[in-house]
């Protein structure tokens, strides 16, 4: 394609529209309208000069505002498709796994749930193809922009004063008529009053104000370009971390993905609302619903080991921080919270027992067994002594004789003891669970009676981090001020030019507020007394309006 | 003119190449979020090849067993509990075959999450188990080495990198090829 040689003789790049000097309509589409396309100036955008290489084909492709909005479309219908079933990160499965979540979608949803997870909407949003949909739109944000910004920003940088008659005549805000010799001079001076930019050459003037506004659209790009930077950052290991970690009271765990840094905790507490006291206003609701909580809290220490210090080693570690977590409260340290997220009460803790005849209920004494630190012996002084020869936290039969546990949690514990008293000093073996003793080994003359158990709480922690957060917060800031900046400033421009024999042109411009623009312009107009303007684009309006009308009576009266 | 058709091809040239960077900056991009997201369930996890993470751990006699120290020589690190079935089957095997490579390098370090020393020491003397077993109270070694399944048993060589991890049980004949892997040549 060739350069556009305007009739004032300067060469424009092809697919200009109006000249870059002087302002003549280039195309013969331009000539024939009656006002001219103001937007990006009647520049070129970029990349329709040149459509040469593959590389330059890609680029005018993404440059499309048709690609860009389609782009848009595609994802808000993707993304809103995968909002009718959950995620499956939200789904509750107890093992996650493919198979399961598979066939809880299957038992759940039914058909629909089977379609939806065998095209993979249950995990769409951080699919290769929603990702690389929401790329492809970044890349049209910015190659758009800057074919755009960058020949709309060098045309508003050079532009002239003087204009030709065609450019004026055809702005939406257009004048022409006799005005005073010093008209030129009288309307410098108000339109600086009125905080214009003024620019005199030979016997024009140009005057503007808030070019900025121009710049809002690229600026609110920019940000949104920021903000997907942020949220791609998040897949990157060690700016996003979401756990979980179970805690009992008592407990010292190291923290997941937070290598150095343990917590112990020292008590869960769950309080309600009692609806006494002070809580006498609650009373009625209290009754209405039932329970309602008042405070889930975890107290807890955070330790820290020092930084040459491995894992498993923790006789090194410091305290750091003694805190209570609550709902809404985090714990919070190097850029990591930790919130109180879930609870499991009463987990048993320690069983005590009498060691008792089984004639006479008469006690030889009391022992407490720790489930979390069990000891080989226990010694219940006057000769009477329970040896502990197994312990089965969550007790689930016998395989081949030997006692099996389930879990390690001690949900039903099951204990071998040898019991010793004086009477038998060669001990007695017996197997203790729950509301039942076995012995194994025949009749035996003690046995060790249940008195009483201590719990503890459970509390399921969740650990977050996000250093994504100051990035997606400063791209989301620059997204609003390139908005407010669009919107609420507007770009203004007149051109006056004084003609011989005392004519003078005038034309006014603004990118939006066409009131705005009118009230400064019959200040101007006022005090250097230019001829009266009109609204060329009204008229048009105005204009097309009657045009109708009287097809309509035309056609009536047929 | 001949300067003017210079100037031309190099502001093509200059063109072609800013567009070129531009484009494949965002490909770039693109194709490492992708890379993330896809492998993001992965990347946490350790795989064969990795540097094995080092620590520390005393066992159930009080010494301590840094790995590092034993680079140089095999690790056969196995996580294990009582409560987990296929771990109790596999020990007596693997204590077999402990005592099989103890002496050409191989060792043997069982690792159990977070039970009571009561329960862990009448598990080794049910057993007489000969390789040194150790608890790891905070699980930090567990989640270092982000163990799932029990039992899981990770394979060190000698250079101290991971040679394998396998999860679920092993038969004899899979913990002596296993052990094999790792002797040090």
Redesign the interface.
């Given at each position: 394609m060739e350069n556009l040689v305007c009739k004032c003789g300067h060469k424009n790049p092809p697919g200009t529209i109006l000249c870059e000097s002087c302002g003549r309509s280039l195309t013969e589409e331009e000539q024939s309208k009656k006002l001219a396309d103001m937007r990006y100036e009647g520049t070129a955008r970029r990349s329709q000069t040149y459509n040469k290489s593959i590389i330059d084909k890609i680029w005018n492709f993404f440059s499309s505002v048709k690609v860009g909005v389609g782009i848009i479309v595609v994802l808000l219908v993707a993304a809103a498709i995968g909002t009718i079933l959950p995620q499956a990160q939200y789904v509750n499965v107890p093992v996650r796994n493919d198979a399961t979540l598979q066939a809880y979608y299957a038992d759940v949803y039914g058909e629909i749930g089977k379609i939806y997870y065998f095209l993979g909407l249950h995990d769409m949003y951080s699919s290769f193809w929603f990702i690389t949909l929401v790329g492809l739109l970044a890349i049209s944000l910015i190659v758009a922009s800057l074919d755009r910004f960058v020949p709309l920003y060098r045309s508003l940088k050079n532009q002239r004063v003087l204009r030709h008659r065609s450019f004026m005549n055809k702005q939406r805000i257009y004048a022409e008529g006799q005005a005073p010799d010093d008209v030129l001079v009288k309307a410098e001076e108000k339109l600086k009053e009125l905080k214009y930019n003024v620019t005199l050459d030979k016997n024009g003037l140009l005057a503007e104000k808030g070019r900025f506004s121009r710049w809002g659209p690229y600026v609110n790009h920019i940000g949104l370009i920021i903000f997907l930077s942020g949220v791609m950052l998040r897949m990157v290991p060690g700016f996003y971390v979401d756990e979980t970690l179970w805690i009992r009271e008592g407990e010292t765990r190291a923290i997941p993905e937070a290598p150095g840094y343990y917590l112990e905790s020292e008590k869960f507490t769950i309080e309600t609302y009692s609806g006494e006291g002070d809580e006498e206003l609650f009373e009625d609701a209290l009754d209405r619903v039932g329970t309602v909580a008042k405070n889930y809290q975890t107290d807890i220490v955070l330790y820290q080991t020092p930084e040459e210090s491995l894992p498993g080693a923790t006789d090194e570690m410091e305290m750091m921080k003694e805190e209570s977590i609550r709902v809404n409260q985090p714990l919070k340290f190097d850029g990591y919270a930790v919130y109180q997220m879930d609870y499991k009460l009463n987990e048993l803790r320690a069983m005590t027992f009498d060691l008792t005849d089984k004639e006479t209920d008469a006690s030889l004494g009391t022992l407490t067994i720790d489930l979390v630190k069990p000891e080989d012996s226990y010694d219940l002084g006057n000769g009477s002594k329970v040896d502990l020869l197994g312990y089965y936290p969550d007790f689930s039969g016998f395989e081949n004789g030997e006692p099996q546990t389930a879990t390690p949690v001690p949900n039903n514990p099951g204990f071998l003891v040898r019991m010793y008293t004086p009477e038998t000093p060669e001990g007695e073996v017996s197997f203790i669970v729950i509301q039942d003793t076995i012995e194994p080994l025949g009749e035996n003359q003690y046995k060790l009676t249940f008195q009483s158990a201590e719990t503890r709480h459970a509390s399921g922690l969740t650990i977050r981090k996000d250093r994504t957060l100051p990035i997606l917060g400063l791209g989301g800031l620059i997204f609003m001020i390139g908005v407010a900046q669009g919107m609420y400033f507007n770009h203004r421009r007149f051109w006056i030019q004084q003609q011989e024999g005392g004519t003078v042109l005038l034309a006014g411009h603004t990118n939006k507020n066409w009131f705005g623009l009118k009230k400064d312009l019959d200040q101007v107009s006022e005090y250097a007394s230019l001829p009266v303007y009109t609204d060329q684009q009204e008229e048009v309006e105005k204009k097309e309006k009657l045009d109708k009308e009287q097809k309509v009576e035309g056609d009536e009266l047929r | 003119m001949a300067e003017q058709k210079a100037n031309k091809s190099n502001k093509?040239r200059n063109?072609?190449i800013m567009?070129?960077a531009?484009?494949s900056l965002?490909?770039i991009?693109?194709g490492?979020?992708?890379y993330?997201?896809?492998t993001?369930e992965d990347?946490?996890v350790l795989k064969a090849g990795d540097k094995a993470?080092?620590?520390?751990?005393l066992d159930m006699e009080g010494n301590s067993h840094?790995l590092s120290d034993y680079e140089g020589e095999g690790v056969f690190l196995n996580f294990w509990?009582?409560?987990c079935?296929p771990c109790v089957k596999e020990m007596p095997a693997m204590d077999r075959q402990f005592q099989e490579y103890e002496d050409q390098g191989v060792n043997v370090l069982a690792v159990n999450?977070?039970?009571?020393?009561?329960?862990v020491q009448?598990f080794v003397d049910r057993f007489g188990l000969s390789f040194p077993v150790?608890i790891?109270?905070?699980?930090?070694?567990?989640?270092?080495y982000n163990i799932r399944p029990l039992p899981t048993t990770v394979l060190v060589n000698p250079e101290g990198e991971i040679q394998r991890i396998v999860t679920g049980e092993m038969t004899e004949e899979d913990i002596k090829g296993f052990m094999e892997e790792i002797r040090p040549q």
């Open positions: - | 093509k063109r072609a567009r070129s531009i484009l965002l490909v991009a693109i490492y979020t992708i993330n997201s896809v993001a990347v946490e993470p080092d620590f520390a751990l840094k509990g009582t409560w079935a999450i977070a039970q009571s020393d009561f329960e009448s150790a790891d109270k905070s699980k930090s070694v567990m989640t270092a």
